[in-house]
């Protein structure tokens, strides 16, 4: 069976593994495991921005797995960016085998606010989701609820749900079935 | 968004056309990438796109001057410029130059998602709208057509005043007198100009039939109903409905209107399901609603609830000052139309209108000049060209007994009224200098 692998950049609390794990295997109909390997992305660093190249940790994960029958999803700490944009809160490979999700911005504190865990675990979930999403091919939902519903403020990722919407679960049984 | 957008994105860094077409292309776009200008012109001939994002700093042509390139081929694509912060200066030159919006990089995802977005929406209203988009252009030329004159400025400024707003309108005025095309500047005055105005005529329609044409029905409402069919009040959702002679509708009708003003809500003939619609009403009409209320003709409840504000469109016999440039006008319109060398109508000619009575309005001076304009020939309409009946009243009704100061003074005004009071243009056409003219105009209180 095809299985999607968690690459924790980060310490994340056994509980949330154990979320983040349920949701994507409910979600996209794969297994999903964590997988113990020494990756930290410090090659994707820019030093004059100050921040980790997206598209390069892509590429680092790749060779991480066997092409073409699972997935990889990396969680990272550090800000990303790709040159062309300030920041992404994450990337993935279309239809291919890697993404990442950073939760840098995904922390209140970011914005000055008072810390608030259970909301960063939520928020984490649903853009894993996400970006998986596009890894099976799918792209943004103009479903409000859908978590494939296309996200620019950190506020909007709390709008959605961490489910795909009925025709986004029907294209995810698709493509996630070959 | 139910069309693809396509975009094109044009940069020399490989990095920049890969993570945009990345980007987009998860947000369901349709995207292109050109390296240079050259590629993107000839991907540009190829195929059609929506949006341009052109990098302002290339090698070889750079991306104001490929703006200026694709400009002159097509008004209507979409450039966002890229630029960095040292160019910000050139990019403003291309908002000068017709841009729609021009980004900094690196973008800030928030800004150039809604960016997109915005651009995005501008292009389906504006697929929805290419018949919309007709009348406007249309209208932009109005002030031309309904005339100049101190009356029909007037009902302009009231246009302006009553498109802002969202309260019904009735237009009054005889027949002939412009009355959609007021209802229509109305409309794409308003905030609802990106989406349709539907005009019914009440008066050409049977009360069985015009129920249907503006509730719609269902399959099998009614013998030859043989699909579902949407009406008018569906198709001016978030528009306008125009309904001409609203003086004409029956009692029965009379009461449906007036429960779907009220509730916003209606049902298909033959159908259950209830529908909502949120239009703006305008009416036309060229009775006299208020001797039609006081007969018992006219539901006052109705009246009251459409007549929120007027707007009264003076007969053309009340503003003949409109009559030149209004003719000359229909002149300029027919000869592109067929194709014709006449450009002007002699001053006899003119005469002749501006003294006719004009009971069917601007629609009966746009029948004469159409039909003069097929018999006519260049370079200018005499007065034999115009509808034989026009002639004979001049003739009957001119006073024969004319002195020469008269004759001086109507030649003169003409001719002023042909050249829309240009004084040295008329001098010219008269053969006398400026001062005699003024003098002339003194003279005869000649006034525009
Ligand atoms: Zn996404
Ligand atoms: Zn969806």
Known sequence: MSCVYIVPLLELRPQTRQRLCVAIEQQTFWSAELLDVPFDGQFAYDQVREQYHSSQILLGLKNLIKPGTDKILAIVPFDLFIPIL????????????????SIYRLRPEFFGLPPAPELVVERLIKESIHELGHTFGLRHCRNRGC????S???EEIDLKTHEFCAACREEIVRHAGK | MNQTISLLVVDDEESVRTSLHNWFREDGYEVGTAKDAYEALQLIERAHWDILLLDIKMPGMDGLELQRRVRQVNKDVIIIIMTAYASVDTAVQSLKEGSYDYVVKPFNPDELSHLIRNAAEHIVLKNENVQLRQDVSQISGMEEIVGDSPQMRRVMELVQTVAASDSTVVIRGESGTGKELIARAIHCHSPRRYFPIVPVNCGALAETLLESELFGHEKGAFTGAQSRRKGKFEMADRGTLFLDEIGNISQKMQMELLRVLESKQFTRVGGNQTIHVDIRLICATNKNLEK???E???REDLYYRINVFTIILPPLRERKSDIPLLAQHFVSKYAKIMNKEIKEISSEAMDILIRHNWPGNIREL??????????????YLKPQDLPFQLAKEALEEAPDQDSLAEVEKRHIRNVLNRNHWNISRSAMKLGIDRVTLYNKIKKYQLRK
């Open chain 1, 86 to 101: 300030t920041f992404v809160y994450g990337e993935a490979h279309l239809d291919g085998p890697a993404a990442v999700v």
């Open chain 1, 147 to 150: 978590v494939l519903n296309a």
């Open chain 1, 152 to 154: 620019t403020y950190v």
């Open chain 2, 292 to 294: 039609a209320v006081e």
């Open chain 2, 296 to 298: 018992g003709s006219f």
């Open chain 2, 366 to 379: 746009e029948n004469a000049v159409e039909r003069a304009m097929v018999v006519g020939k260049p370079p």
